[in-house]
């Protein structure tokens, strides 16, 4: 078992559908990160929470340490949002700094 | 302002020989790190450095893995005798001062090919 899962593995929209990547981890961490991954490898920065809520145009971010869990939300999705998202837990300790990676959600909006 | 920069953006080597791959992080980040997505793989943690602290070296697959940041600026990812499991594409990222939880910002990577 990953320490860091999402589901789900691969999601197809259609555009202006609300949608939602969900991420649970097994391992204690201090923060999680979401990115963003578009066709062509770069990756961007989205989001790096330790708890509650955070928001950014369309995309919602939230976090429930207790339960260990974290959902990714895009209001109005647009096929400009089509990427693979990544979350990304932030490790404690003599790992402090580095992030232990979910497999990624494949997210396809089509218009 | 700059990004990360990575150098070269693609490498194709032959099994057996070395390699070396170059991250310039942004200016005034002290955190860099090295992580490696390997194809249909998800991203896999590598190297930390932090500062002038012993860099965190716990990800590196094997004793031909090895990495250096000189003058707390920019980090060179050696691969000595490469196989063909090391093709990957090879991410820096780096970090501003303050908290680890401060958001790591990516460099376009190295698409490291091995024949």
């Known amino acids: 078992k990953n320490e860091v899962e999402q589901s789900p593995q691969n999601l197809t929209a259609q555009e202006g559908e609300f949608i939602t990547i969900n991420c649970s981890y097994s391992v204690g961490i201090s923060a999680l990160h979401w990115l963003q991954q578009h066709p062509g490898g770069g990756i961007v920065s989205l989001f790096m929470?330790?708890?509650g809520k955070k928001k950014h145009g369309r995309l919602i971010a939230t976090i429930n340490i207790q339960e260990k869990h974290s959902s990714l939300h895009i209001t109005a999705s647009h096929p400009r949002d089509s990427a693979v998202y990544i979350c990304a837990g932030l490790g404690h300790g003599g790992s402090q700094g580095n992030l232990i990676f979910g497999k990624g959600t494949k997210l396809s909006v089509k218009p | 302002g700059a990004g990360v920069s990575q150098s070269p953006s693609n490498k194709v080597t032959e099994k057996g020989k070395d390699v070396e791959l170059r991250c310039d992080p942004i200016?005034?980040?002290?955190?860099l790190y090295w992580y490696r997505q390997s194809l249909g793989q998800g991203l896999e943690f590598l190297i930390y450095f932090q500062g002038n602290s012993a860099p965190d070296k716990s990800g590196l697959p094997s004793d031909r893995f090895s990495a250096e940041r000189t003058g707390g600026s920019v980090s060179t990812l050696t691969i000595q005798r490469t196989q063909q499991e090391d093709s990957a594409v090879y991410l820096c990222?780096?970090?501003?001062?303050?908290?680890?939880?401060?958001?790591?910002?990516f460099g376009p990577g190295t698409r490291l090919t091995v024949l």
């Open positions: 200016s005034g980040h002290t955190a």
């Open positions: 929470l330790s708890s």
């Open positions: 990222a780096s970090r501003p001062p303050g908290q680890p939880y401060n958001e790591q910002f």
